[in-house]
């Protein structure tokens, strides 16, 4: 789901016919990412998936769903809790998502950063279903900011392990990531230029500078103009 969206499995065909089913295949997703983690209420469920439908078709739209993914994924892929919730089965279907949050809660923050290749879902869209697509924004977002987070921890691990190379290359990562924060770019700007890269300093300004103009018509603010300058001039980064 990280930077792509791929579907694989066991059985031959499986993959593609769920891609074949935006509703089927957003429901699976939305079970495998949830949070909490767990079972889902069916009153959820249907408010995200069919909001044009009254209640009892609503329902009834949601009961075939499952059951299609039941057909594709094993009948033990979708575990009812109770009458009211459904889960993913965990253990029967995984994806780089959840191993991704996973490795940051184990600290392992190599294995993290590797797993995320990309926005969550980058171009995924269910026609008709605003709350979903509400959903899946905020979850975007929450999965960039925990990959900038923990990005720029493994930065400055790297810093203290005298392992420029990566601290720059994944340093220029972050900007990337954070397209339009200019809080932490002034942060990477300052971690490249005492990582003795002044270029990857300028560069990654000039990349914001010109995607400002560009999409806002509007110049980066003075304070991070002014860092620019520092660095161009061979002056301190932490200027006063």
Not at 65 to 91: C, F, K, M, P, Y
Not at 177 to 186: I, Q, V, Y
Not at 194 to 221: C, M, T
């Amino acid at each position: 789901m990280l930077g792509a969206l791929r579907v694989e499995g066991t059985e031959p065909g499986v993959a593609d016919e769920l891609l074949a089913q935006p509703k089927a295949l957003a429901l699976a997703l939305y079970l495998a990412l949830a949070r909490p983690a767990g079972a889902q209420q069916r009153d959820r469920l249907v408010g995200l998936f069919w909001p044009e439908l009254d209640q009892d078709r609503a329902r009834t739209a949601l009961r075939g769903t499952l059951h299609r993914l039941r057909q594709l994924l094993g009948e033990d892929a979708i575990q009812n809790r109770g009458s009211e919730s459904v889960a993913l089965a965990s253990d029967r279907v995984t994806c780089d998502a959840l191993a991704f949050i996973d490795a940051l809660a184990q600290d392992r923050l190599r294995a993290a950063v590797a797993l995320y290749q990309g926005e969550l879902l980058p171009s995924f869209f269910l026609p008709g279903s605003d709350e979903f697509e509400r959903w899946l924004e905020m979850e975007r977002a929450y999965y960039a900011d925990r990959f900038i987070q923990c990005a720029w921890q493994l930065v400055e691990q790297y810093e203290e392990d005298s392992e420029g190379t990566n601290a720059t290359h994944l340093a220029r990562v972050v900007a990337r990531m954070a397209p339009t924060d200019e809080r932490m770019l002034r942060r990477v700007m300052t971690k490249l230029y005492e990582l003795h890269d002044r270029a990857g300093a300028i560069e990654v300004y000039s990349r914001f500078a010109a995607r400002l103009q560009k999409e806002y018509n509007v110049e980066p603010s003075v304070e991070t103009a002014r860092l620019a300058e520092r660095i161009r001039s061979g002056g301190p980064a932490r200027g006063t």
